[in-house]
């Protein structure tokens, strides 16, 4: 007799970090609670720069989010380029 298996769900975790240059936080872009309350992902914008259509080496190069604000020390920079 076979065991019926189970059947699970997937979750896709998607994180966009960045290093605070003032304090080394490690700071999820797509966490308002890590940039200090400010959501840059409005509309899909973050996303959009990091997994949007065409080709991700030329999206990357232009990655940019502007006026970040560490929840931590409070320091503001701005992104520019993504590793991956």
Not at 9 to 18: G, K, M, S
Not at 41 to 65: K, M, P, S
């Amino acid at each position: 007799m076979s065991q019926k298996l189970k059947t699970v769900e997937a979750r896709l975790n998607i994180e966009v970090n960045v290093d605070c240059p003032k304090c080394d936080r490690y700071i999820d872009l797509l966490n308002d609670r890590d940039t200090n309350g400010n959501d840059h992902n409005d509309d899909g914008y973050v996303l959009t720069q990091a997994c949007g259509n065409g080709q991700w080496a030329i999206l990357h190069e232009q990655f940019e989010v502007e006026n970040v604000t560490c929840s931590q020390c409070r320091a503001e920079f701005n992104v520019k380029g993504m590793e991956w």
